[in-house]
C-alpha cells in the first residue's frame, strides 16, 4: 500500500483543524475545555519537539561549518551573509510602510470589541545596542542552550568552532567527529518529530479558529489583506530579481521547497522545516559550508516575512490612533526596526513581542498589540513562510558571491526523495 505523502497529511491535519475548530466556535458549550485540554497542548507538544531539536542542530551545524574551512573564508562569507540580511530586511521594512502608507488599512477601522480576552502581550522596555548585545554574550552556555537562545548560542558556537579550526588536525578530528555523528543523530530525531506534525498542526489552527472564529476577523480582514499583499509583492519582485539575478528562477525553487513552505504556512514555526531545509540546499548541490552557516545565521537575522509584519503593522496602529508620523520618524523607525527584528527565534508570535519593543521606541500606543494580537496567527502563516523562503534563497546568493558551482539537479527528483 503506497504510503501517504507528508504534505498530504499536514493538508489534511490543517483542514480538519479548521472544521473541528470551527465547530466548537460556533457550539460553545465545551468550547474552552477543548481549546485549553485538546487542541492548544496538541499544538503545543509539536512546538515543544521543534524547539527541543532546533538549537542543537544550529550548535553543532554553525561549529562543523566553522571548523571545516579556514578562518579568512570565514569572516569573509559572514561578512557579506551578515551585510546582505541587513540590506534585504531593511528593504522588507520599507516596502511594508510604503503599502501602509498606500493602503492606510488602519483608516476607518472600528476598533471597539476587537480586544480579545487572553491577548494580552507582555511589553518589554526598548534596550540601547549596547544592552542588546551584552544580552548576547551568554553567561552560561547551557543555560542558553536549555533557553533556547539562538544568538547566545550563536554566539558561542563562532567562538568554539574558531577556537576549534585553530587547533591541530589530532586534536580538533574527533571532536569534530562527535559533532558530525550529533548532528546526523539529530536530523534522525527530526524524521521522528516530523511523523507527528500532521497532529500538531491539527491542533494549532484548531485552538486558533476554536478561540476567535471567523467573524472576529472581520474588522482586521483589511491589515491581514495589506500584509500578505506585500508578501506577495516582496516575495515576487525582491526575491524573484534576486534569484535572476544569479540565474535561478524563483517559482521553481518555490516548487522545489514546497513542502518545507507549507509546513511554515501550517505550523507558523520557521523553526519547524529547518532541518529539512538544510538538507534539500545540499542536495541541490550548496556546499555544506555555507548552508552551516547561512541558514542558522539567517533564522536570526535573515527575517523578511516578519520586517514586512513590522512596518505595516506598526503604521495601522498610527492610523488606528489618528497619529500623522512624518517621512523622517518613519525613517528612524526603520533604523528601530531593522535593530530590534534581529535575534527573533523561529517559534510562533515572536514577532508580537519585536512589535511591542517598536511602538515602545517610537511612543505609540501600546494597547494597539492586543488589538493585531487576537488575529496574528492568521498573519503569522504568511510571515513565516517568506522567512523560509528568504533563508531558503540566502545560501544561494552567498554560494553565487562566492563563485561556488551549484549543480542543480533533477529538482523533481530531489524534491520526492527528501520528503518520503
Avoid at 561549518?65 to 559572514?78: E, V
Avoid at 500538531?200 to 500584509?227: N, R
Avoid at 492586543?370 to 492568521?378: E, S
Amino acid at each position: 500500500m503506497k504510503r501517504i505523502s507528508l504534505v498530504v497529511q499536514i493538508l489534511t491535519g490543517l483542514v480538519l483543524g479548521i472544521l473541528v475548530g470551527w465547530y466548537f466556535n460556533t457550539h460553545p458549550l465545551h468550547q474552552t475545555w477543548v481549546t485549553a485540554e485538546v487542541l492548544k497542548p496538541l499544538g503545543d507538544i509539536f512546538i515543544r519537539m521543534m524547539k527541543m531539536i532546533v538549537v542543537p542542530i544550529v550548535f553543532c551545524c554553525m561549529v562543523l561549518g566553522i571548523a571545516g574551512g579556514d578562518n579568512k573564508s570565514f569572516g569573509r562569507m559572514g561578512a557579506k551573509s551578515l551585510g546582505y540580511f541587513f540590506a534585504i530586511t531593511s528593504l522588507a521594512i520599507v516596502i511594508g510602510l510604503l503599502l501602509a502608507n498606500l493602503l492606510q488599512p488602519g483608516v476607518g477601522t472600528d476598533i471597539s470589541g476587537m480586544v480579545h480576552g487572553g491577548s494580552a502581550v507582555k511589553i518589554e522596555p526598548s534596550k540601547g545596542a549596547l544592552v542588546i548585545l551584552q544580552n548576547i554574550v551568554p553567561e552560561n552556555i547551557f543555560m542558553a542552550l536549555s533557553e533556547g537562545k539562538l544568538l547566545s548560542v550563536l554566539f558561542f558556537a563562532v567562538l568554539f568552532g574558531l577556537s576549534l579550526n585553530s587547533l591541530p588536525k589530532e586534536k580538533s578530528s574527533p571532536v569534530v567527529a562527535v559533532l558530525q555523528g550529533a548532528l546526523d543523530a539529530m536530523f534522525k530525531v527530526v524524521g521522528i518529530v516530523m511523523a507527528y506534525a500532521p497532529i500538531g498542526v491539527f491542533g494549532m489552527i484548531g485552538a486558533t479558529v476554536c478561540t476567535f472564529g471567523f467573524a472576529s476577523l472581520l474588522p482586521l480582514l483589511k491589515l491581514i489583506g495589506v500584509v500578505y499583499l506585500a508578501l506577495i509583492i516582496f516575495a515576487v519582485l525582491v526575491l524573484g530579481g534576486i534569484c535572476y539575478l544569479i540565474g535561478e528562477n524563483l517559482f521553481r525553487l518555490i516548487r522545489y521547497f514546497r513542502h518545507e513552505l507549507l509546513l511554515a504556512f501550517s505550523s507558523a514555526a520557521s523553526a519547524a522545516v529547518m532541518p529539512q531545509l538544510m538538507g534539500k540546499l545540499e542536495a541541490y548541490g550548496v556546499p555544506r559550508r555555507i548552508v552551516s552557516f547561512v541558514v542558522p545565521v539567517g533564522y536570526a537575522f535573515n527575517l523578511d516575512g516578519a520586517s514586512i509584519f513590522l512596518g505595516v503593522a506598526t503604521i495601522f496602529i498610527a492610523q488606528l490612533y489618528g497619529i500623522d508620523l512624518s517621512v523622517s520618524q518613519q525613517a528612524l523607525l526603520v533604523i528601530t526596526m531593522v535593530l530590534t527584528s534581529k535575534g527573533a527565534a523561529g517559534v510562533p508570535g515572536f514577532a508580537i513581542i519585536i512589535l511591542s519593543a517598536t511602538l515602545a521606541s517610537a511612543g505609540l500606543p501600546l494597547d494597539g498589540v492586543a488589538l493585531i494580537a487576537g488575529i496574528f496567527r492568521i498573519i503569522d502563516s504568511g510571515t513565516t513562510t517568506l522567512n523560509v523562503l528568504g533563508n531558503a534563497i540566502a545560501p544561494l546568493v552567498i554560494a553565487w558571491w562566492e563563485k561556488e558551482e551549484i549543480s542543480r539537479p533533477d529538482l523533481r527528483r530531489v524534491g520526492s526523495e527528501t520528503m518520503q
